[in-house]
């Protein structure tokens, strides 16, 4: 089984193509996958995230409007992870799809609609976000980024539970935001790394490697 850490922007359209490519990838390699959607935020993310959206990283004002949606649909998140993690990730990915694909403003109008499009109770997410238990699991969030050493998003990394001792794959580089072909490229390059007796396809360019050795260092 492999365990797979995702972490990403939770608005950002880019993310979205990554996380769909992964279990797309999971489920057509018949791979029994456990996954893990991680929330984060840094400077780095948050600069990349404003140049997608066409704006500039000087722009102190749109900064922080940026930094504030993103920091509250991490809430929202992990809010919606109290009614079951598979529903948080289809409320997580249908936030995305509506905020990008749909081009709907980050309210609590598009917050609502993308809630009752997985199926989720609006009201008791609302209510568990505002509390601190919230907060604080997107804290650790955080906190499990700076262990990972995750600097970008998106950024997957990969865990073979047959062999724990094997180092984890990291995967933070796509090329083009707009190319799902660099996106499945880095995935067949995870698959040869991780998997390597079940494909010899060549390692994409964009490939990097990191050692991450112990996972039960990053399990919560």
């Not at 193509?17 to 929330?39: G, L």
């Not at 499990?144 to 998003?153: I, N, P, Q, W």
Request: charged content about 25%.
């Amino acid at each position: 089984m492999w365990e797979v850490f995702l972490y990403i922007n939770p608005l950002c359209s880019f993310c979205l193509k990554v996380e769909q490519s992964i279990i797309d990838f999971t489920r057509k390699n018949n791979i029994d996958t456990q996954y893990h959607f991680v929330t984060t935020s840094n400077m780095e993310t948050i600069n990349d995230y404003m140049i997608l959206k066409g704006m500039k990283p000087c722009d102190l004002e749109g900064r922080i409007g940026v930094t504030q949606d993103v920091y509250d649909a991490s809430l929202l998140y992990k809010a919606a992870a109290c009614q079951g993690n598979k529903k948080a990730r289809n409320l997580l990915m249908n936030l995305q799809q509506e905020v990008n694909t749909n081009q709907r403003p980050y309210n609590d109008e598009t917050i609502k609609l993308a809630v009752e499009k997985s199926g989720l109770d609006y009201k008791a997410i609302m209510t568990e976000k505002s509390g601190d238990a919230v907060k604080e699991a997107v804290k650790k969030d955080q906190e499990l980024a700076c262990k990972m050493h995750v600097e970008k998003a998106p950024t997957v990394i990969v865990f073979d539970d047959e062999d724990p001792t094997k180092p984890g794959v990291m995967i933070n580089q796509f090329g083009s935001e707009t190319s799902e072909e660099i996106i499945n490229e880095n995935l067949i390059a995870m698959l040869e790394k991780t998997m390597p007796h079940q494909i010899s396809e060549p390692k994409s360019k964009y490939y990097t490697n990191d050692s991450i050795i112990n996972i039960e260092r990053y399990r919560r």
